[in-house]
């Protein structure tokens, strides 16, 4: 399958970057310098019946004819497929607004080519799998998870979840890799009523850790996203 990427970006110098070094992975990279044109590229998509389960759209944030951001909500609506953010602002509001109008993931500039393209792999992931079987049974070392089962095993060893704890792991398990906002967790797994309340994922989050984590001072599995969210890494 061929995996296409749609590039929105107006710096030249940074465009032409990453579409070798994206083009040398193998992906067909299609450019566009300005939002008008970026939606002129997906309605193509569109009219062209190109599956939109190979595609991602990439999108630098500062555009000469607005804000990357609108294509979110715009590509939602017309053509659906992963977004990643790239972006020279570091805020963390503007990232968790991101993330909650439905980015899949963001990258601040300057960012690696080796991190984009982990970026990418995930979410184009997470694209092929939606709709089908996903995996709920994880490996990570010494841990095993079962997400049907309600079973963490760790060293072999059962490893006693409070019903909560499990809820949160399972929902940061459901998008490994990425990052999962605070609004978007406490949404989830305490309710609507709760999207406030980050206290108790800290909460929480500090009895994971030290259920799960080696050393729960230096998680390596349930990372923080300072004031954005938190992610669970993949070893
Ligand atoms: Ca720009």
């Known amino acids: 399958m061929t995996l296409r990427i749609l590039l929105v970006e107006d710096d030249l110098t940074l465009r032409y970057t990453l579409q070798q070094a994206l083009e040398i992975e193998g992906f067909v990279v299609d450019l566009a310098d300005t939002l008008a044109g970026a939606k002129c590229v997906l309605s193509q998509y569109k009219n062209e019946q190109i599956s939109m389960e190979s595609c991602l759209l990439l999108v630098d944030l500062g555009l000469p004819d607005g804000d990357g951001a609108d294509l979110i909500n715009w590509s939602r609506a017309h053509a659906p497929m992963p977004v990643l953010v790239i972006s020279a602002r570091n805020d963390d509001s503007s990232k968790v607004d991101l993330l909650d109008a439905g980015a899949d993931d963001y990258l601040v500039k300057?960012?690696?080519?080796?991190?984009?393209k982990a970026r990418i792999r995930v979410a184009l992931r997470r694209q092929t799998l939606s709709g089908s079987a996903v995996s709920e049974e994880f490996i990570f070392g010494s841990l095993e998870i079962s997400l049907p089962r309600h079973q963490v095993l760790r060293d072999g060893v059962k490893v006693h979840l409070?019903?909560?704890e499990f809820k949160l792991l399972a929902r940061?398990?459901?998008?490994?890799?990425?990052?999962v906002t605070h609004r978007q967790l406490l949404q989830d797994v305490w309710g609507p009523d709760c999207v406030d309340h980050v206290h108790y994922l800290r909460l929480y989050m500090a009895q994971l850790r030290g259920k799960l984590e080696r050393d729960p001072t230096a998680p390596e599995l349930l990372l923080t996203e300072t004031g954005v969210g938190y992610?669970?890494?993949?070893?």
């Open 231 to 235: 992610r669970f890494c993949e070893i």
């Open 172 to 179: 940061l398990l459901r998008q490994a890799g990425q990052v």
């Open 110 to 116: 300057p960012f690696s080519i080796n991190e984009l």
């Open 162 to 164: 409070t019903p909560k």
